[in-house]
């Protein structure tokens, strides 16, 4: 047998191998979550590695008293998800197709926004939430994490939208169409796996969002997932089954829209990159 082709297939199961433990490694805190909220009237020493007995016991109680914050978490995220496109699109479009003097500088000013840390914005936006009402809303809330995904949507989809040819959206305005239109019919359907990914990335941002929950909330009228789990753990530090099974009902929504938009996020990501 070939010595090159012995060292290829070794090289090969060694990678093979690496990869194993390394996912395994990733992958465990996913399971131990699992495997706890599986787990009735479990202490978190007395934790078996496998369920024998799995109960959903801890669900139940998971759902029951934190079913209101993930609708909230719901509501607040797709909110945010809509108003990130609705100003990132028309935005994207003219730094993309435009040629606006200073164009580069937006773009990279809005990089450096993205690097601002978030305790910083939410500082200076309860100041500006208390004089508006906002404090303790929705649109407060859904205003606050849309511009958390902001930054990354218009740059995402500047760089998508630079690569449609004028040739393009000049031939619908031969048509009859006008800038508008043509924005509206060509450019946004030619830039659906971009508008996916942004929307996603917004959506993930929003519901993952821990500091503006907690610092423009004073009460208990919007409370988010993540607010909730906060709380959760306070209140039930000695009943981690359930404290878990919250976590894994706050994971499964993200998890199932990663799986499903994953083909379109591929596409997105990559789709600026080739003109």
Not at 220 to 249: N, R
């Amino acid at each position: 047998m070939n010595p090159n082709s012995n060292r290829r297939r070794l090289r090969a199961s060694w990678n093979t191998t690496a990869a194993l433990l390394i996912l395994a490694v990733l992958l465990f805190p996913v399971y131990w979550m699992l495997n706890t909220a599986l787990q009735p009237e479990s202490s978190v020493a007395a934790t078996e590695w496998f369920p024998a007995s799995p109960g959903l016991e801890n669900f139940d109680t998971a759902f029951s008293s934190q079913g209101g914050s993930l609708l909230t978490s719901f509501v607040v995220a797709l909110g945010a998800v809509a108003v990130c496109l609705s100003l990132a699109a028309p935005a994207a479009y003219g730094l993309a197709q435009f040629g606006l003097r200073g164009g580069q500088g937006i773009v990279f000013t809005t990089l450096i926004t993205q690097m601002v840390p978030g305790i910083v914005i939410a500082n200076a936006l309860y100041s500006a939430y208390a004089e508006l009402g906002l404090v303790n809303s929705y649109l407060g809330l859904i205003l606050a994490d849309a511009s958390l995904g902001l930054p990354f949507a218009i740059v995402l989809l500047r760089a998508f939208m630079v690569s449609i040819p004028n040739e393009v959206v000049e031939a619908a305005m031969v048509d009859g169409a006008n800038r508008f239109t043509a924005f509206v019919r060509i450019v946004l359907p030619m830039s659906r796996n971009a508008l996916i990914t942004a929307g996603l990335f917004t959506f993930l941002f929003a519901w993952s969002d821990f500091m503006f929950a907690l610092t423009l909330n004073t009460t208990d009228d919007v409370k988010p997932i993540t607010l909730g789990i906060y709380q959760f753990v306070g209140a039930h530090v000695s009943d981690w089954g359930a404290v878990m099974a919250t976590a894994v009902l706050s994971a499964v929504p993200a998890a199932i829209l990663l799986v499903v938009a994953q083909k379109y996020i591929s596409a997105g990501i990559t789709g600026g990159s080739i003109k």
